[in-house]
T-cell receptor, first 111, second 115 residues
Framework: EDQVTQSPEALRLQEGESSSLNCSYTVSGLRGLFWYRQDPGKGPEFLFTLYSAGEEKEKERLKATLTKKESFLHITAPKPEDSATYLCAVSPFSGTYKYIFGTGTRLKVLA | DGGITQSPKYLFRKEGQNVTLSCEQNLNHDAMYWYRQDPGQGLRLIYYSQIVNDFQKGDIAEGYSVSREKKESFPLTVTSAQKNPTAFYLC??????????????FGSGTQLSVL
């Protein structure tokens, strides 16, 4: 069964304290892995798409990496405005248009 | 600006009532989706559509219905058969798989509560 697991569930960081969020996945074949940011009461906002092991993408303080079993979202020197829930999703080669989401990591960055 | 518009932002349902959530996109995307989000749970797929006049059930379709009469529109009806409808509902759209820059674009969501 295709599955996505994110860890930790919640993370509190001091401003400037770098860390990583994990997304482990099991799929029959990976078409793409996606990272989203979601603020309370709003829809998820797209961050990155990764397609193959070894691929990396960067945007400001965020860097996403991908291996054959997991993806990491590295946050370098975070600021309070980085506080949000970060969602990971995979799209398998199943012949359908399904995206499977993890439960997310709630990040709180303290000033 | 291109995007997805969901309305209303807040909706209240009385016992035995059907309610309809609106979703409109001007991104010219072929695929559209409805997800349900509950606290502490991942997004769960209710229905999706790849083309006008065609749609497929997702993982939790019971108690819901959809239509896709226009490419731009994918309304979701929460019927009285859905006994636990309180949740945050998200509409999304995407290009077809395999096309460049494939990703899901989301609307701003509708919070549905039961009176």
């Amino acid at each position: 069964e295709d599955q996505v697991t994110q860890s930790p569930e919640a993370l509190r960081l001091q401003e400037g304290e770098s860390s990583s969020l994990n997304c482990s996945y099991t799929v029959s074949g990976l078409r793409g892995l996606f990272w989203y940011r979601q603020d309370p009461g709003k829809g998820p906002e797209f961050l990155f798409t990764l397609y193959s092991a070894g691929e990396e993408k960067e945007k400001e303080r965020l860097k996403a990496t991908l291996t054959k079993k997991e993806s990491f979202l590295h946050i370098t020197a975070p600021k309070p405005e980085d506080s949000a829930t970060y969602l990971c999703a995979v799209s398998p080669f199943s012949g359908t248009y399904k995206y499977i989401f993890g439960t997310g990591t709630r990040l709180k960055v303290l000033a | 600006d291109g995007g997805i518009t969901q309305s209303p932002k807040y909706l209240f349902r009385k016992e035995g009532q059907n309610v309809t959530l609106s979703c409109e996109q001007n991104l010219n995307h072929d695929a559209m989706y409805w997800y349900r989000q509950d606290p502490g749970q991942g997004l769960r797929l209710i229905y999706y559509s790849q083309i006008v006049n065609d749609f497929q059930k997702g993982d939790i379709a019971e108690g819901y219905s959809v239509s896709r009469e226009k490419k731009e529109s994918f309304p979701l009806t929460v019927t009285s058969a859905q006994k636990n409808p309180t949740a945050f509902y998200l509409c999304a759209s995407s290009t077809l798989p395999g096309q460049n820059n494939e990703k899901l674009f989301f609307g701003s969501g509708t919070q549905l509560s039961v009176l």
